[in-house]
């Protein structure tokens, strides 16, 4: 086991100096505000520096290409241990906040998951608003970005790391010859929309500020905000507009974001079925639900509720997780059909989670051709996606992941129930934490958050977080013993 663990502590090291360095930002800005909260930044840049310097020296001689195992091994030890780090600053910035929960606060940022256990967020130092939303940035198109723009530069090939994380279309094609490449044209896309996103919302009536830290958090679709009433604290319908934008984007895969600017074309998006198949959803949704809400007498028009719901649900089913009302004290059937699209919609490939369009569509695909089979059992049906027949393994594949994805949903809600909360709190708080959505209902409903946890609860939805963004198999197979042996 030692002598696995040591081959990735060379290129960690380096990921972790590189990594230390996105801590300027918050120390200028601490710097800038005359805030105490300068040094805990700075005493994390040493730590981070000092301990990758470590990991790189300790790693040295068992340095080598990396192999798959590698990539798998290398992937969730990246996730831990930047969440560790990243955790510092807020636990030395914050009096009374234990690192336990400054830990899930940094994995919920690196996770894009937005699932938060601080309050009076509108009187925070600015440097810790900017942290959290520039983890959650970082997160969005995952860490594994950077390690295949930065491994090459070590010396070290990253497509085994790029293969070990991607999934869908993506990981089937190059988009360009080298991974450095790839990680160079995916961040090219997501700062360019990232920086579109915060002129929109400066124009929308943001600070440069609130627009800088929302438009990190619209496009990782993770849902940090500067300010405890969320997105409702602005009251305004052109920044939910914008953001209702921007988060069907990166719910988007990025792949077909590429394929788009490449061809100077939006032909891609027709051609991506994902895309398609999760905009005819949202869509459809956002109008029946609006209409479900009117005849329930939630609001007074249809336009009204057609506003909250559009935002809201499009929020919840990018796996974002803004929030511009209490979607709790909606009649809990148009809850509960949100927190379902949270764990349907997003595409593969993008910054959102869950089990992902393109899974969903191969698995209704699928049962529509067991039911065919039962009525002409002699005839021959492919599965298709895209006019592209898809294999038998990856079928398969699919239902692992679905069965996976329900045990883990099913156990970790068992273990929050026996451990003292509710029912709807403890599902929705499991769902949201694995499909990476941040709020989910009840106790942890967009109107609260999760301070109110036991220890014990927040390392139950820390463990689920990074399942799910890890897409459970990632984070599984280094458990295996088969995993370990030559």
Same mark, same amino acid.
């Given at each position: 086991?030692?002598?696995?663990?040591?081959?990735?502590?060379?290129?960690?090291?380096?990921?972790?100096?590189?990594?230390?360095?996105?801590?300027?930002?918050?120390?200028?800005?601490?710097?800038?505000?005359?805030?105490?909260?300068?040094?805990?930044?700075?005493?994390?840049?040493?730590?981070?520096?000092?301990?990758?310097?470590?990991?790189?020296?300790?790693?040295?001689?068992?340095?080598?290409?990396?192999?798959?195992?590698?990539?798998?091994?290398?992937?969730?030890?990246?996730?831990?241990?930047?969440?560790?780090?990243?955790?510092?600053?807020?636990?030395?910035?914050?009096?009374?906040?234990?690192?336990?929960?400054?830990?899930?606060?940094?994995?919920?940022?690196?996770?894009?998951?937005?699932?938060?256990?601080?309050?009076?967020?509108?009187?925070?130092?600015?440097?810790?608003?900017?942290?959290?939303?520039?983890?959650?940035?970082?997160?969005?198109?995952?860490?594994?970005?950077?390690?295949?723009?930065?491994?090459?530069?070590?010396?070290?090939?990253?497509?085994? /790391?790029?293969?070990?994380?991607?999934?869908?279309?993506?990981?089937?094609?190059?988009?360009?010859?080298?991974?450095?490449?790839?990680?160079?044209?995916?961040?090219?896309?997501?700062?360019?929309?990232?920086?579109?996103?915060? /002129?929109?919302?400066?124009?929308?009536?943001?600070?440069?500020?609130?627009?800088?830290?929302?438009?990190?958090?619209?496009?990782?679709?993770?849902?940090?905000?500067?300010?405890?009433?969320?997105?409702?604290?602005?009251?305004?319908?052109?920044?939910?507009?914008?953001?209702?934008?921007?988060?069907?984007?990166?719910?988007?895969?990025?792949?077909?974001?590429?394929?788009?600017?490449?061809?100077?074309?939006?032909?891609?998006?027709?051609?991506?079925?994902?895309?398609?198949?999760?905009?005819?959803?949202?869509?459809?949704?956002?109008?029946?639900?609006?209409?479900?809400?009117?005849?329930?007498?939630?609001?007074?028009?249809?336009?009204?509720?057609?506003?909250?719901?559009?935002?809201?649900?499009?929020?919840?089913?990018?796996?974002?997780?803004?929030?511009?009302?209490?979607?709790?004290?909606?009649?809990?059937?148009?809850?509960?059909?949100?927190?379902?699209?949270?764990?349907?919609?997003?595409?593969?490939?993008?910054?959102?989670?869950?089990?992902?369009?393109?899974?969903?569509?191969?698995?209704?695909?699928?049962?529509?051709?067991?039911?065919?089979?039962?009525?002409?059992?002699?005839?021959?049906?492919?599965?298709?996606?895209?006019?592209?027949?898809?294999?038998?393994?990856? /079928?398969?594949?699919?239902?692992?992941?679905?069965?996976?994805?329900?045990?883990?949903?099913?156990?970790?809600?068992?273990?929050?129930?026996?451990?003292?909360?509710?029912?709807?709190?403890?599902?929705?708080?499991?769902?949201?934490?694995?499909?990476?959505?941040?709020?989910?209902?009840?106790? /942890?409903?967009?109107?609260?958050?999760?301070?109110?946890?036991?220890?014990?609860?927040?390392?139950?939805?820390?463990?689920?977080?990074?399942?799910?963004?890890?897409?459970?198999?990632?984070?599984?197979?280094?458990?295996?013993?088969?995993?370990?042996?030559?």
């Amino acid at each position: 086991m030692f002598k696995h663990l040591l081959r990735v502590t060379h290129p960690l090291g380096g990921l972790l100096l590189a990594f230390g360095f996105a801590l300027l930002p918050p120390i200028l800005v601490a710097a800038l505000d005359r805030e105490d909260a300068w040094r805990a930044f700075a005493a994390t840049l040493a730590v981070a520096l000092a301990l990758g310097l470590a990991l790189r020296r300790l790693g040295q001689r068992a340095r080598r290409e990396l192999r798959t195992r590698d990539g798998y091994l290398l992937v969730v030890a990246a996730w831990i241990v930047f969440a560790a780090v990243a955790a510092l600053p807020l636990w030395l910035a914050l009096p009374g906040l234990s690192y336990t929960r400054a830990y899930f606060e940094a994995m919920s940022g690196l996770t894009t998951t937005g699932a938060t256990v601080l309050s009076g967020l509108d009187f925070l130092p600015r440097a810790v608003n900017l942290w959290r939303s520039e983890l959650a940035w970082l997160g969005g198109l995952g860490i594994i970005g950077l390690a295949m723009a930065v491994l090459p530069l070590l010396g070290i090939g990253g497509m085994q /790391v790029y293969r070990a994380e991607a999934t869908g279309p993506i990981k089937e094609s190059k988009l360009t010859p080298r991974a450095k490449q790839t990680a160079r044209s995916l961040w090219l896309i997501y700062g360019t929309l990232t920086a579109a996103c915060a /002129v929109a919302l400066r124009a929308a009536g943001m600070s440069w500020f609130d627009a800088i830290c929302h438009a990190f958090s619209a496009l990782s679709l993770t849902a940090f905000s500067t300010h405890d009433r969320n997105i409702a604290w602005f009251q305004a319908p052109l920044v939910e507009a914008v953001l209702v934008v921007f988060m069907l984007l990166s719910a988007i895969n990025f792949a077909t974001h590429y394929l788009a600017w490449r061809d100077r074309s939006l032909r891609a998006y027709l051609r991506d079925p994902e895309a398609r198949a999760m905009l005819l959803l949202v869509l459809g949704s956002c109008l029946l639900v609006a209409l479900y809400l009117r005849l329930a007498g939630t609001y007074g028009s249809y336009w009204t509720a057609l506003r909250y719901v559009g935002f809201n649900l499009v929020s919840l089913a990018t796996d974002c997780g803004f929030s511009s009302t209490d979607y709790g004290q909606w009649p809990l059937a148009a809850a509960l059909w949100m927190l379902l699209l949270s764990c349907l919609t997003a595409s593969a490939g993008s910054t959102g989670g869950g089990i992902k369009m393109i899974r969903t569509e191969v698995l209704f695909k699928h049962s529509a051709r067991e039911l065919y089979g039962l009525v002409h059992p002699t005839a021959v049906y492919s599965l298709k996606l895209g006019g592209q027949a898809v294999a038998e393994r990856t /079928v398969l594949s699919v239902f692992s992941f679905i069965h996976l994805y329900t045990i883990t949903v099913v156990g970790l809600s068992l273990l929050l129930v026996a451990s003292g909360m509710d029912f709807l709190s403890a599902f929705s708080a499991v769902v949201a934490a694995v499909n990476n959505l941040g709020p989910g209902l009840g106790t /942890v409903g967009p109107a609260s958050n999760y301070a109110a946890l036991s220890e014990f609860q927040i390392w139950v939805c820390t463990v689920a977080m990074l399942a799910g963004r890890l897409e459970l198999f990632i984070l599984l197979v280094p458990l295996t013993p088969a995993f370990w042996r030559d």
